[in-house]
């Protein structure tokens, strides 16, 4: 009974998913046209795309595969993170189980198949879906005594998206309480030879074998968005948990609690593999709803504990009606997450075309221009084969614009096209720095008397601008 219950959970997601994926259309994102652009700039030699040092790269691998054997890359990445989001259900339903039990893994299933973030996410070729998977698989593999597969998926998440490599905390944890040196030291050794590779590339490329992490790590205290425009307080993860993801995640305390008190140390894994990720994440300045979704399937496990442990007491306490609580409390579970999850899909989801960004987006599809392109946005990437140099990149500010300018007035012969927009968040200036707002105007003044303006539209706030020349 309760295996069909769990298939009846997958099934559910599945066509859910499948019926959005299908019928929807869904804009592509900014770290989507970063990621797309950087996969064409591998597979073809840096000939076309772009190319940012601040990224992992597996995404774009994957992505840029898709692109150099004839899909697009952006509905080829949104197939594989739907098999991606099914496995992560599954994996977290199979890991639920070997830390605790069968109901417990069918509670937090339920939870996390329809969590608001994660069934969001899953619409956008984005790294969180899938580095979570991977992920989940590590520890899937280190569950079954399979180190050293282990460390290779571990390794494979963090060059997915660099903030999983945090999970190695609570993996060393894991090991000493297994009090087992030999083994810690084989999913070591394989966790640091996944890494290796991209070690010796970053030495390579830029002279310091940590390159792209230190620069990452850089950039994300600079970027705009999350830390000045949509700037949120310490406790922003606490309060989506609760507020935006399930208010029944406030189980997860009595499954903290219960675990602490009864010394159930298998438990201990889960419980830092929830609490370690979301204190780092905590103390960043960068506070994104999206970064919850590394560490949201070990809370919906707690969260899963605890409320079986609820309704163990009830089955206790009102013996009568013991054979229906569990089934009761499932069904409610079940379909309060998944209107929670829908609620939050439908509110949030541009299902409508932009007709001015797709224009401005796709412009090289019925233009050519000769000599370099330089863009404000790289989503331009996903939409044609074309080489693009990068404005924004990697935090714009003040500095950054200047530099572009002097480029401009010094280079512009060999310049062909200049994109630039305001809506992606790649010139936008910090509400401060009246220097840079200054320069976005001299620099479009320039641009207009020296390039012939070949697009302009708007929509809301939201303009759109490409000269060439």
């Known amino acids: 009974m309760k295996n069909k219950l769990f298939y009846f959970i997958i099934l559910i997601a599945i066509i859910l998913r499948l019926f959005f994926l299908i019928t929807d259309y869904h804009e592509i994102w900014w770290d989507s046209g970063a990621y ?7 597979f ?11 990224r992992p790269v597996v995404w774009p691998v994957v992505l ?40 417990t893994a069918l509670f937090a299933s339920s939870i996390f198949a329809f969590s608001p973030v994660f069934f969001y996410l899953g619409f956008h070729t984005y790294t969180e879906i899938p580095s979570l998977f991977l992920l989940l698989l590590s520890f899937y593999f280190l569950t079954s005594g399979r180190y050293s597969v282990a460390g290779i998926f571990l390794g494979i998440s963090t060059l997915t998206r660099f903030p999983m490599g945090i999970f190695i905390a609570p993996v060393l944890l894991y090991f000493f309480f297994k009090f087992k040196l030999q083994t810690l030291l084989v999913f070591l050794s394989s966790f640091l030879i996944t890494l290796l590779p991209f070690f010796i590339f970053n030495y390579v490329m830029y002279g ?26 310490w406790s922003a993860y606490l309060k989506w948990i609760v507020l935006s993801e399930h208010p029944i995640h406030l189980f997860a305390v009595l499954g903290i609690l219960y675990s602490l008190f009864s ?31 590394s560490f949201l399937p070990f809370v919906a496990m707690l969260t899963g504990y605890g409320l079986n442990l609820f309704v163990l007491w009830s089955e206790h306490k009102i013996n009568m009606m013991k054979r229906w609580i569990f089934p009761a409390v499932f069904v409610l579970i079940l379909f309060s997450s998944l209107w929670q999850g829908l609620v ?17 987006f796709s412009f090289l599809k019925s233009n050519d221009v000769d000599g370099e392109l330089w863009t404000a946005n790289p989503i331009v990437a996903a939409f044609s084969d074309k080489k693009y140099e990068k404005i924004y990149y990697p935090v714009y500010h003040e500095q950054q614009y200047l530099d572009f300018y002097k480029y401009l007035a010094n280079s512009s012969q060999k310049i062909g096209a200049v994109f630039l927009d305001n809506c992606g968040g790649g010139i936008i200036c910090h509400p401060d720095d009246r220097i840079c707002r200054k320069q976005n105007d001299i620099t479009i003044d320039f641009l207009s ?15 759109y601008k490409i000269f060439i020349k």
């Open 344 to 360: 939050y899909y439908t509110g949030n989801e541009i299902t409508t075309i932009d007709v001015a960004a797709i224009n401005y």
């Open 64 to 103: 840029g595969f898709g692109w150099f054997v004839g899909f697009n890359p952006e509905v080829f990445g949104r197939v594989i993170t739907f098999l991606f989001s099914i496995g992560c259900i599954i994996l977290v339903h199979v890991i639920s189980r070997r830390f605790f039990d069968e109901r």
């Open 208 to 233: 310091n074998f940590l390159a792209s992490f230190t620069a990452g790590a850089f950039a994300i205290k600079q970027v705009l968005g999350c830390n000045v425009l949509r700037a949120m307080p």
């Open 449 to 463: 008397k020296n390039f012939m303006p070949a697009y302009n539209a708007s929509k809301g706030n939201c303009w």
């Open 44 to 54: 073809s030699g840096g000939s076309v795309g772009l190319w940012e040092d601040i």
């Open 36 to 42: 797309i652009g950087m996969g064409k700039y591998i």
């Open 263 to 293: 010394k159930n140390k298998k438990a201990y894994f889960i419980i830092t593999a929830a609490v370690i990720p979301l204190t780092y994440y905590s103390q960043m300045n960068c506070r994104d709803y999206r970064y919850l979704l």
